[in-house]
């Protein structure tokens, strides 16, 4: 399957519900199951070369393999809340909690993997390190891209100051120019990469111009943060973080902004003890498009004999 179809998935909120919209590649029968989360402002269709390259690595092994990229509430293909308040974590762990019974009653779940990116992470340490959530099946692996308990302020700070001021572009060009701008973390990417990772970003807006795919209104919540109540949730991320049973790996730019060496260094000996991949000449955050960081994650979920993977 070298396109993904797009399916939603109704989600309980309390009053009539939301439909999150979710990408789903590969065998949709297979017991293996790998999720794949995006970051606060991106939305499923990050994952694209790396799903592809799962598929590939599984067909190889005789292993069949589903891949959903789900579009968290507000972002892509899903629905916009009526209360920006909605726009945090307890929603969008429990549309996932939707999205995973509904995945599992269309076949059973015999194996979960995470991948997650930023807040894709966030939201997959919160299931893999609470107990008694009605999880159709344990995370086996867990992968956190560029993310860890202890979030630097600066970073939360900078992100702060593009967030819910999406504006509008003349061209498909502009936007991703502007995107480029202020994506710099990324790390390098050809132009032909860096258009495939923008197209899915934008919807059109009136008079044949371009907006970003998401709600503005996502920024409210967001905005609410201090340097108080983020050393507050620090302390409950640590909490979760020392339950994960699952197998983990740690991916980190070098020059990430927000997941700093010392957190890696102190994650590294803790709670799932993972093993940290550090990708020189990238920030916040690595995009999973390069051959190289593909590779790692694949050898991570899909070990062949002779890879780290199982080991990791």
Not at 183 to 204: K, N, V
Not at 273 to 279: C, I, T
């Amino acid at each position: 399957m070298t396109e993904p179809v797009l399916r939603h998935v109704h989600c309980p909120d309390g009053g009539a519900g939301h439909r999150m919209a979710y990408w789903c590649w590969g065998d949709e029968t297979a017991e293996h199951l790998v999720v794949c989360a995006h970051g606060l402002s991106r939305q499923g269709r990050d994952f694209d070369v790396l799903a592809r390259a799962l598929l590939s690595r599984a067909a190889a092994q005789g292993r069949p393999v589903r891949v959903v990229c789900p579009d968290v509430v507000g972002r892509g293909h899903s629905d916009w809340l009526t209360d920006p308040m909605g726009y945090q974590f307890p929603t969008y762990v429990g549309d996932v909690l939707a999205l995973l019974a509904a995945l599992h009653a269309q076949a059973p779940i015999g194996g979960l993997d995470w991948i997650g990116t930023s807040m894709g992470g966030l939201i997959g340490l919160t299931l893999a390190g609470t107990p008694g959530l009605p999880l159709s099946a344990p995370i086996n692996r867990l992968v956190l891209n560029d993310v860890g308990p202890a979030i630097e302020w600066a970073a939360l700070q900078r992100i702060g100051e593009y967030l819910g001021k999406p504006g509008t572009f003349a061209t498909v060009e502009d936007a991703a120019a502007r995107m480029r701008e202020i994506s710099a973390g990324f790390g390098p990417h050809t132009d032909d990469e860096w258009l495939a990772l923008s197209r899915p970003m934008l919807r059109p807006a009136p008079g044949g111009a371009w907006r970003l795919h998401y709600d503005p209104a996502i920024a409210v919540p967001y905005a609410l943060f201090t340097a108080e109540t983020a050393a507050q949730g620090e302390a409950a991320l640590w909490q979760l973080y020392d339950r994960v049973s699952a197998q983990t790996l740690v991916l980190r730019g070098a020059e990430s902004d927000l997941l700093s060496a010392g957190t890696a260094d102190a994650m590294r000996a803790r709670g799932p003890r993972p093993r940290v991949q550090v990708f020189a000449g990238v920030g916040h955050a690595p995009t999973l498009v390069a051959a190289h960081q593909v590779a790692v994650v694949l050898d991570f979920l899909l070990p062949t004999e002779g890879s780290s993977g199982a080991s990791a």
